[in-house]
């Protein structure tokens, strides 16, 4: 184990990863690992949504012609569809445009004018707003709040889910603490689930009235293999607490369908689901409804969506395999790096010897690799340890994620050295 290596151990490594690293410098790779996005390879797997509207009468459904204006919240059967994945009644759902992203956004920005129920005034009219970040997380929701002068609360990740000792303690203390991201199921970056402890724990904590838990659902569907993690629905415990508005539960077709033309969800209490409706008639006249009923014509039901996802996983296991097979054959051994074994979602989250993390991603940009920055995925950019890298296999031809699994053992290995040897 690297704990057991001498000064003279270092050296050698040092000089064995130095002219393994110096070949790849030579090879002018342009290569781009960076983010979790579906290879061209899984986007055909949804050819056949392209043609499920060909003439003028296909674009009719249940409430008329659906190439018009209107229906703001979305379909019916748009609606009942992600009801089923969310496990919620059909008039808790909000189906809109392609980015549950958009969406996320819009009610954090609609709250900072207006509030939301349970609000005293607006949030951009109190003294501070709050929010409790589970780090590492989502690095586009961190943004959200950057750019709204929010201040961010990092959270430490347990192997069920946030510290919810944490959590109870400040949101009972601080009025202040208005929301919190969470990515419930397969977690951005580390692929764990929260447990239904975590889960009802939050449903029922102290907090203010207008206290919302964002349940970025991304991967609700997303499974690697056979044995699905089982996540508690949030919005049922929410109500059984007493504290139906809580819960704010998005998902999109993003991973699913075409991450450019998918469709997304929200989940929420009707008292939600008005207060954002009094905001968003004077945003729009209403979504893409042909988008909408070409997913329902073409996966029918969660049960569709589930079999079509199997063939996701198909092209997906091979591309973690890959990198798993290479780490643990380089890293593992002498215990350079840890790393998450998920059964779904879209990454790998590597820790690394404090203080390396930054440093492997310099050197795999200086060898033409792009990776995700190390760091993203905290908070303010600001990794306390400097340790963690996301990994994201998915989007690399076969051939070129091999390339840049190797090279990252490569620079790991490097840069380990390189710290241990100062």
Sequence with gaps: MISDFTKEDWSAV???????????????LNLDMSRGKPSSVQLDVTEGLLSTLTTCED?????????????????????????????????????????????????????????????????????KVRWLCPAPGYDRHFSICESLGIEMIPIEMKEDGPDMDKIEAICA??????????????????????????????????AAPDFRIYWDNAYIVHDLTDTSDKLLNLYDEC?????????????????ISFPGAGVA????SKANIK?????????????????QLRHVRYFKDKQGIIDHMKRHAEHLRPQFEIALKEMNEQLAPDGYATWTVPNGGYFLSVDLTDGCAKRVEELMSKAGVKITPAGAS?????????????????????????????????????????????
């Excluded at 208005?178 to 447990?195: A, H, I, L, Q, R």
């Design 265 to 268: 969800a929200m989940a929420a």
């Design 14 to 28: 040092y000089r064995a990863a130095k002219d393994e690293y110096n070949t790849y410098c030579t090879e002018d």
């Design 59 to 127: 674009c009719y459904g249940e409430e008329g012609d659906y190439r018009n204006y209107g229906i703001l919240n979305g379909i019916p059967e748009a609606r009942r569809l992600f009801a089923e994945l969310f496990e919620v009644a059909p008039e808790n759902v909000v189906v809109g445009g392609n980015s549950s992203l958009n969406m996320m956004y819009d009610t954090i920005v609609t709250a900072m004018l207006f509030g939301v129920p349970g609000s005293v005034r607006p949030w951009c009219r109190e003294g």
């Design 378 to 422: 905290f908070p303010y950019h600001l990794d306390p340890r400097d340790r963690n890298l996301r990994i994201a296999p998915t989007y690399p031809p076969m051939d070129e994620l091999k390339i840049c699994i190797k090279l990252l053992c490569v620079c790991v290995k490097l840069a380990t050295a390189e710290h241990y040897l100062k």
């Design 239 to 255: 109500v059984k607490a007493g504290n139906p508005n809580r819960a704010l539960m998005f998902t999109s077709t993003s991973k």
């Design 173 to 206: 203390e601080h009025n202040c603490v208005k929301g919190m991201w969470c990515v419930p199921k397969y977690s951005n970056p580390e692929g764990k689930t929260y447990s239904d402890e975590v889960v009802r724990r939050l449903a029922k904590m102290k």
């Design 275 to 291: 207060a954002l409706n009094a905001v968003k008639t004077y945003q729009t006249i209403g979504p893409d409804k042909l988008n």
